[in-house]
């Protein structure tokens, strides 16, 4: 296994080849479970797709992103049933049953669920994402061939479930944490090169020193790459068009950090429910204070857009 595995790994490119080996061997050689941890734009959803695109031998890989089906349960289900070879029929509305079926397949099962916090600190969720759903997933960690990898911005652990929309308490999930680590330099030099060989070297540095350790780097070089794919701005020189693009990326991401706050507020919102404090409409009509005017702030941000990583 540990040959095909390197293999895999070195057929296909990987972003963090490092960090993909390393993960994939927790996840199928220890029989771990993960929580993947990283902040928004760092690549997270890259990595999930270079961890299927290695083609693993004898190896089933699901990808779902969580924040498309945080409102359908149905949904959910249906595209892990289409992403299953030979699904023919209708997908089976009992998560525990297709786990069974995947189990019987006789291959490795790898689920990857992205944005996995659009569950958490979220009462608005579809009711069918309750607890059975949670111990289902918990469940893999005793099938041999199965394992999960559930991606947040943070521990998932610190965030609240809601069942029916009440607060059940922190997430309880059985999940080894690993930190998403920052793109080293060889990094993104070498994804720089591979999207676009024809560049000279002085184009290379110039696009690696704009990226290199900023926030949300690989957002940030995704970003570039497209903009000269499509010629954009190519009357500028080189260095006023990187500092244009980074500058328009920078003004950008100001709505992702309002998403953030939004985020902190639904996770402030689901602590005020898990310690039984009154509803925040209710306090507000009470107290008709400042205070008051707190609980309107986190009954109407609280709902906002804070699953936005």
């Not at 498309?68 to 030979?86: M, V």
């Not at 184009?203 to 497209?226: G, K, P, Q």
Request: hydrophobic share 35%; net charge positive.
């Amino acid at each position: 296994m540990a040959e095909a595995l390197h293999n895999s790994i070195t057929d296909v490119y990987c972003l963090r080849p490092t960090f993909t080996r390393n993960l994939i061997h927790t996840l199928l050689e220890r029989r771990r479970s993960v929580n993947l941890i990283g902040p928004p734009g760092c690549g997270k959803r890259r990595l999930l797709e270079d961890v299927r695109d290695c083609k693993l031998p004898d190896t089933l890989v699901l990808l779902l992103d969580l924040r498309a089906h945080k409102q359908s349960y149905t949904g959910f289900l249906d595209e892990l049933w289409r992403q299953c070879p030979h699904s023919g029929g209708k997908a089976s509305q009992d998560l525990g049953k297709l786990v069974t079926k995947l189990e019987n397949s006789g291959q490795r099962v790898l689920l990857l669920l992205d944005h996995f916090d659009a569950l958490l600190d979220n009462p608005d969720i579809d009711p069918k994402f309750d607890a059975r759903f949670h111990d289902h997933l918990n469940s893999l960690k005793n099938h041999p061939r199965m394992a999960l990898a559930c991606v947040t911005v943070e521990p998932h652990d610190h965030s609240i479930i809601f069942v029916q929309g009440q607060p059940r308490g922190t997430s309880w999930l059985d999940l080894e944490q690993c930190v998403l680590p920052p793109l080293s330099g060889l990094e993104v030099r070498t994804e720089i090169q591979r999207r676009r060989p024809e560049l000279d070297p002085v184009t290379v540095t110039a696009i690696f020193e704009t990226v290199y350790n900023r926030e949300r780097s690989y957002a940030l070089l995704n970003v570039i790459l497209n903009k000269w794919t499509n010629r954009e701005d190519i009357h500028l020189p080189l260095w006023k068009r990187l500092q244009k693009w980074r500058k328009q990326f920078e003004a950008a991401a100001n709505g992702v950090h309002t998403s953030r706050l939004y985020r902190g507020l639904r996770t402030l919102r689901a602590w005020w429910a898990t310690a039984g404090l009154p509803n925040p409409k209710q306090l507000a009509k009470a107290l008709g204070s400042p205070l008051g005017a707190l609980g309107r702030l986190i009954e109407r941000l609280g709902k906002g857009g804070g699953d936005k990583p």
